[in-house]
């Protein structure tokens, strides 16, 4: 099956993340047969996923990346001022399935997926325009962003609010909450990616009724992939 025959060339716009204006690129027409991506989902073999992820997870058809690996160096940069190498950390489809119910504390609030600066996430959403991502600041330390000098801090001071207060109802976040304001949100649309540094706070925006089908073919199927990008 072939995924890098292009037939519209992929749009890019940048944007700037919140008060510590972090980067984020939203690229439309991100793969040139988004249709045969989600009929190898249909074929794939899911499992749990781990890592907190909400849901599970299955392998990529292999030659998905490496096609994608100059539209995502395109738009890395238009993001950073420096070239750098673009290194595949891991990379797989994804579908959230997790009951709001059934949520542990951390999949309740937003998180960062790694706290290095050279390491990016990707994210391309492969199912209807039914929601997307959105980012979020830390009330109480105006964190924006959770790299290795915050992490004591901010969890420090996470877990003492989480003491005092209790935890957060066992529910997708969605908009501001009491711990959290949410700073932007980039709504889903089929065949759209997003890519930005991995220590933001983020959160998938899961509205309460969103289905939670682990059917590829009706569920919140996307990629997920982390990227490094080191400087040459």
């Known amino acids: 099956m072939r995924y890098y025959r292009r037939m519209s060339a992929p749009r ?3 944007h700037r993340v919140g008060r510590e204006q972090q980067p984020l690129a939203v690229i439309d027409d991100f793969a040139p047969d988004p249709a045969a991506l989600r009929n190898a989902a249909i074929g794939a073999e899911f499992g749990p996923a ?3 992820y909400p849901g599970l997870r299955a392998s990529l058809p292999p030659e998905y990346l490496p096609g994608q690996l100059q539209v995502i160096g395109a738009a890395l940069g238009k993001l950073f001022p420096w070239p750098g190498r673009v290194e595949v950390i891991g990379a797989s489809f994804s579908i959230v399935t997790t009951a ?3 949520l542990t504390i ?3 609030i937003p998180h960062c997926d790694a706290f ?3 390491r990016i996430a990707l994210i ?3 199912s209807a325009d039914t929601d997307g991502t959105a980012f979020y600041r830390h009330r109480s330390t105006g964190f924006e962003t959770v790299d290795q000098a915050r992490q004591p801090i901010y969890f420090g001071q996470l877990d003492a609010e989480m003491r005092h207060n209790g935890p957060p109802p066992a529910a997708y976040i969605a908009g501001d909450s009491p711990l959290f ?3 932007m949100a980039v709504p889903a649309r089929h065949n759209r990616a997003l890519l930005y540094p991995s220590f933001l706070l983020h959160s998938g925006s899961i509205a309460p009724d969103a289905m939670l089908s682990p059917d590829p073919a009706r ?3 996307t990629v997920t992939a982390f990227l490094s990008v080191r400087q040459t």
């Open 12 to 14: 890019i716009e940048t």
């Open 50 to 52: 781990g890592h907190h």
């Open 100 to 102: 709001p119910a059934d």
């Open 106 to 108: 951390v999949q309740r």
């Open 116 to 118: 290095d600066a050279e």
């Open 124 to 126: 391309h959403y492969l």
């Open 181 to 183: 304001e949410q700073i």
């Open 219 to 221: 569920g919140r199927l």
